[in-house]
Structure formats: C-alpha cells, structure tokens
C-alpha cells in the first residue's frame, strides 16, 4: 500500500531534550515536506526536499533540522526542544512537489515539550 | 506565506444538503488543489484545477476556479455524516514553485 509513515504518533518530551520524528514514504517520491498544524494558524511549511541532498527552508524552519541521505526518509530533527514547537507535525511527500503534484500526508505526530 | 484563504472558517449543514466552502489566493497560480482533514488525520488529496479550467468534478465534489477573482469553491452536493472534515485549499505562489502552502480550512460538521 502506497503511503507515507511517520512516528511517533504521540511524543511528550522536555525542553532541551533532542528528538527525531521519522518519516518515511514508499512511492519513489523526489518530493518531501515537514508542515507544522496549530489552531488559528493552519499548516505551515517547515523544511522541503526536492531529492536526495537537497533541501530548503520553508516558512518556519527555526529551531528544525532535516537531513534526506536516501530517497525514502526524511527526518525532522529538534535539537533542543522548547514548548513553542509543541505542536501537531506532518510529513508529506510528492512525485515532483510541483503544484500539479498532489501531496500525500503521513497521519501526524502530536508532540508537546513541556 | 499564506496564499489560500477559506470562507467560512466553520460551516454546520444537515445530512442531505449542499455544502459550498470559498478560497481566495493573492497572487497568480497554475494549479489549485483541494484537501480533507479529518479531525487530527493526514491531509488527503480531492482535487486539483489548473488556471485554464474554469469547473471541475469528481463525485459528489464540483470545483470552480476564477482566476479574474483569484478565488475558488469546493461544492460537495448531497451531503453525508462522513463529510464532517477540514477542508483546505493549497496553492502554489507559482511556475516551478516547491512550496504548496495551504489556507486556514473551513471546518464542516455534517448533521445527521
């Protein structure tokens, strides 16, 4: 089954404490996304990858970190946790990530730092 | 950035009736696309309408875009119970962008 998997699906942690969210997709997609989705400011973009090495910033990247060393993964790394980015996070991946290349979504990860 | 706007940010209708959700977008665009959310889920993809189509349907789902406007409406017809979802439209600021950014969505409760 075509898809994109993220996880955890849940993650409480504290301020400072590095972690990772995983996000891997099996569609042979050059295309990656991490958004960010909290109430009253919808999805917001955080990093993009349009293929192996390469990546960019989107609108919100401070305080992430992303690496995309194969074609399949891309994790979202935060180094050092602070309460602003709890948050609920999606990766998202497309064949080209062209505007005519419709995003498939991961089910999220919920993560709050307190 | 964001590009997409949505009106209404909440919409509440009985099972049965015709439910009409609005975008508006600033700056030109080649493509547009629709997605649902259910509550707390992944984004899925609806539909996609390129700025030379002027209407566009899928099932129960009709799609209108106005460039002149800049403004775009997702009709899903003959609602059901499981249509209570998000609602976003995405866009991209332009040719060869690599960044969809998305509106705030309306929020659709469908009434049993």
């Known amino acids: 089954e075509a898809q994109v998997t993220q996880n955890p699906r849940y993650l409480i942690t504290v301020t400072g404490k590095k972690l990772t969210v995983t996000c891997s997709q099996n569609?042979?997609?050059?295309?990656m996304s991490w958004y960010r989705q909290d109430p009253g400011l919808g999805l917001r973009q955080i990093y993009y990858?349009?293929?192996?090495?390469?990546?960019d910033k989107g609108d919100v990247p401070e305080g992430y970190k992303v690496s995309r060393k194969e074609k399949r993964n891309f994790p979202l790394i935060l180094e050092s946790p602070s309460p602003n980015q709890t948050s609920l996070y999606f990766c998202a991946s497309s064949l080209s990530g062209l505007d005519n290349s419709p995003l498939h979504f991961g089910n999220g990860t919920r993560l709050t730092v307190t | 950035s964001q590009q997409g706007e949505e009106d209404p940010q909440a919409l509440s209708i009985q099972e049965g009736e015709n439910a009409t959700m609005n975008c508006s977008y600033k700056?030109?665009?080649?493509?547009l696309q629709w997605y649902r959310q259910n509550s707390g889920r992944g984004l899925v993809h609806l539909i996609l309408i390129r700025s030379n189509e002027r209407e566009k349907h899928s099932g129960r789902l009709r799609v209108t875009l106005d460039t002149s406007k800049k403004s775009s409406s997702l009709l899903i017809t003959a609602s059901r119970a499981a249509d209570t979802a998000s609602y976003f439209c995405a866009t991209g600021p332009g040719a060869g962008s690599y960044q969809l950014t998305f509106g705030k969505g309306t929020k659709l409760s469908v009434i049993p």
């Open positions: 569609m042979n997609h050059e295309y």
């Open positions: 990858s349009m293929n192996v090495e390469v990546t």
């Open positions: 700056t030109s665009i080649n493509n």
